[in-house]
């Protein structure tokens, strides 16, 4: 049996997702984006910006050209998504239509932006499912909600227990404006994002909401563009002392110093590979490595930190590869 269901029984597994999501909003920038996806391999998402990417009344254009992005043989992994309109504007419905029609087969997942509660998650997710229904489509596509009003904040706990979400993600930007200037610019950007108590009980409660429901909380993203080292520490702050599995990519060049943030150490993956792989030779039950007991609890965390490990493209051994990644 897969660690996911022995170590997880009763229990909602995290997906295994990427450590990054890269938007992209035009055709141009989708095609970049695609290129660099099949150079670096499956350790990024994609996600078709239908919102902020689609012009005012080109709506059904843009989202027909995303679904053709996500159809297209450039799309060599399966694994590109798309973020629709929020429930206020008149084009999510359709929005909708056109991508479960038009690319559901290949459809990664779908980002709902700006809900103002569980009741408007329900309502577009009710939606998705039923165009999959009238298409044919058997498979659940799986759900990213992006947390950026005071109401969705509110009920972080009940929409991450919705069956279909997958991920959580802090929209940073949108949520300081919904603060009428209470918050100051300062805290969009680095360090006061990760100081202003406002700003760190929301990512303190999106992140435990996620994780206690078995769903990937995902980071905002950072407004830096060219300074690397700043990029890898806003990612680094991100994982270790908030707890988050993902972080958004707005530019080509924050991928790589988040990918580096995101990976475990090689020295805890060898020791995740060691503990691990002893562990299934005895059937999952306790052993002793290194003069320490282990069992299912320390498992656990192991095959987190290996999951983690082999979405960030990190080397495992080859022993840990075959026998826990092998399709």
Sequence with gaps: ???????????????????????????????????????????????????????????????????????????????????????????????????????????????????RSVEDVAIQVAYVNEQQRLHGQHRRLPIHVLIETHGALRDAWDIAALDDVESLDFGLMDFVSAHH???????????????????????????????????????????????????????????????????????????????NAMRPDFSEIEQACAILNAAADAQWGPIRHEGKLHDRASYRYYWTLLKRAHATGADVTDAARQRFFSE
């Design 181 to 259: 200037g209470a918050i100051p610019a300062s805290a969009m950007r680095s360090p006061g994002q990760f100081e202003h108590p406002l700003i760190v009980r929301a990512k303190c409660e999106i992140a435990a909401a996620a994780l206690a429901n078995g769903v990937v909380p995902s980071h905002n993203v950072t407004t830096e563009l060219t300074d690397t080292d700043y990029i890898e520490h806003d990612a680094r702050r991100a994982r270790q002392e908030f707890g988050y599995l993902r972080m958004w990519s707005i530019h080509p060049r924050q991928i790589e110093p988040i990918l």
């Design 1 to 115: 049996m897969h660690p996911d269901q022995i170590l997880f029984q009763g229990e909602r597994a995290l997906p295994q997702l990427p450590a990054i999501d890269h938007y992209a909003g035009s055709e141009k920038l989708i095609v970049k984006a695609l290129s660099l996806q099949h150079s670096l391999g499956p350790v990024f998402d994609i996600t078709c910006d239908c919102e902020d990417g689609a012009m005012a009344g080109q709506e059904t254009e843009h989202a027909r050209m995303a679904a053709a992005m996500v159809m297209s043989e450039a799309n060599r992994f399966g694994r590109v998504g798309a973020r629709i309109h929020d429930i206020t504007h008149a084009h999510w419905q359709r929005d909708v239509e056109i991508l479960v029609h038009e690319a559901g087969s290949r459809l990664a997942f779908l980002t709902l932006p700006k809900p």
